[in-house]
């Protein structure tokens, strides 16, 4: 307690005087719309949803090229209604690409955006899952589970269709809906 004590007070001293500004005035505060399942989650259960996010990530990028992009943003909005959490109250998504004024997606309206771009109200996104992407692996570093929700850390790739690999970090946190599926709740990416 001395050290700590000590360190603020040569802190405070008039040639070393530090004034941190809030990066945030308020925080939105998410209330969770549902009672999650009693059920345990698996390991099992979270990397066949890593690889569901994958594969339809995959899927959105091939039918945007075969079918048009309406055909893609109507299998987006399906693949983020049925993956995330949005329908139980909200969700921290801080995609890989976005940035400031819009960096986080609290709702579905802005993860749709992001993965397909077009909406007015997100001027920036160009449309992350209509890239060309041909395959998405995870390599988990680590998956951290408590019960009814799970954590997993780790890197995800992507193949375009040039050949070119690019690889993410990222971070998703799951938990069981009602009828015992996963849901993302927390899904954070970074280059």
Request: hydrophobic share 40%.
């Amino acid at each position: 307690m001395s050290f700590l004590r000590n360190s603020l007070l040569a802190l405070s001293s008039p040639l070393i005087l530090l004034q941190v500004a809030p990066v945030f005035a308020e925080p939105l505060v998410i209330n969770n719309k549902f009672t999650p399942s009693s059920s345990t989650i698996t390991k099992t259960e979270v990397v066949n949803a890593q690889n569901a996010w994958c594969n339809a990530l995959v899927d959105i990028s091939k039918t945007n090229d075969t079918k048009g992009k309406a055909a893609a943003t109507t299998l987006a909005k399906q693949v983020i209604d049925s993956a995330y959490g949005y329908q139980m109250g909200g969700v921290l998504f801080k995609p890989t690409l976005a940035k400031a004024p819009q960096t986080f997606r609290t709702t579905s309206d802005g993860a749709l955006s992001y993965f397909v771009g077009g909406n007015p109200a997100f001027p920036n996104d160009k449309g992350f899952a209509l890239m060309g992407w041909k395959k998405c692996t995870v390599n988990n570093s680590a998956i951290f589970i408590t019960a009814d929700s799970a954590t997993s850390m780790g890197n995800v790739s992507f193949l375009n269709k040039d050949g070119k690999t690019t690889t993410v970090d990222k971070t998703w946190k799951f938990v069981k809906d009602p009828s015992g599926n996963l849901r993302i709740v927390v899904h954070h990416s970074s280059l």
